[in-house]
């Protein structure tokens, strides 16, 4: 038998966090002197105790590793590390993401260029017929979930793309939220279509739009963002929908943010 300083050393788990583990169940001593309240551990244990670190490198909580042990079943604890995987590649993909922001706003800094000159418009974009899929998403950059329902549902169907093709998302709530935001995908199509079980397809009505054409990262389009409200004010106009984007060159062409191409439209009318 172990006493738990020992049992610490060889485990390399603190004192502190083993009687925290005994507390919640998860690696109780074998056994507790009833006088003295000094707890043993058996040498058996430590195999345990290596299995219990190993999952909190993981990264798993104290209840998920709890729920490991005491199942001891090969399919719910491959279903743990399944969850695990789909988790951290999650969180990678993020990471990967920023990354590219960060040497984009660097490679902007040593190029030393003027500020963007942005051109607004006021033009109309005509009436279309259109494959779209709105949904209520956790946040703004879940938009990709939409555009992926839209491409398998209509994988079969050989749609064919309209000339132009407008790729577009339309931002439906009234302010920016940071949960639960209201997203619809449009993808303006040739001919007739039956719905499926998420897309929708209809005829969008001909729309007045201010619109100014940025380059670059989603992450920069504060100043377009700017540049178009500036001039709806100084025009005299009034928005009169909810905005969207057009996506000339998207993630789904390069992979490069700096070469994204993004039209901002916001319906208006005159005042």
């Known amino acids: 038998m172990l006493k738990i300083g020992e049992f610490s050393r060889l485990s390399r788990i603190s ?10 169940g998860l690696l109780a001593p074998d056994t507790v002197d009833p006088e003295t309240g000094d707890r043993y551990y058996s040498e058996e244990q430590l195999a345990a105790a290596s299995r219990i670190t190993a999952l909190r490198e993981m990264d798993f ?15 719910t604890v ?12 999650e969180q990678m993909q993020a990471i990967h993401q920023r990354i590219a922001l960060v040497k ?8 030393d260029e003027k500020a963007m000159e942005y051109q607004v418009n006021l033009k109309t974009i005509p009436e279309r017929y259109a494959a779209c899929v709105r949904m209520t998403l956790p946040r703004y950059d879940a938009e990709g979930m939409l555009w992926s329902t839209l ?3 209509t994988a ?26 209201d997203v619809e995908v449009q993808k303006t199509v040739k001919g007739h279509y039956e719905d499926t079980e998420h897309v929708r397809f209809k005829t969008l009505p001909a729309v007045q739009v201010a619109s100014v054409v940025h380059k670059g990262s989603y992450s920069t389009l504060g100043a377009a963002q700017a540049a178009l409200a500036a001039w709806v004010r100084d025009n005299g106009y009034a928005y009169a929908a909810p905005s969207f984007s057009i996506y000339h060159v998207s993630p789904h062409e390069t992979r490069d943010p700096d070469a994204f191409v993004t039209e901002l439209c916001t319906p208006v009318v005159k005042k």
């Open 15 to 24: 004192v502190r966090m083993l009687r925290h583990y005994d507390e919640i």
């Open 61 to 75: 909580s104290l209840a998920a590793i709890g729920e490991m042990l005491r199942s001891g079943e090969r399919e």
């Open 156 to 181: 079969r169907m050989n749609l064919v793309a309209d000339d132009p093709c407008l790729c577009c998302a339309v931002f439906h709530d009234g302010e920016y939220k940071e949960e639960d935001v």
């Open 104 to 111: 984009s706003a660097r490679k902007r800094l040593r190029k």
């Open 151 to 153: 491409m398998s549902e």
């Open 78 to 89: 491959d279903s743990f590390y399944c969850e695990r995987l789909r988790t951290l590649t």
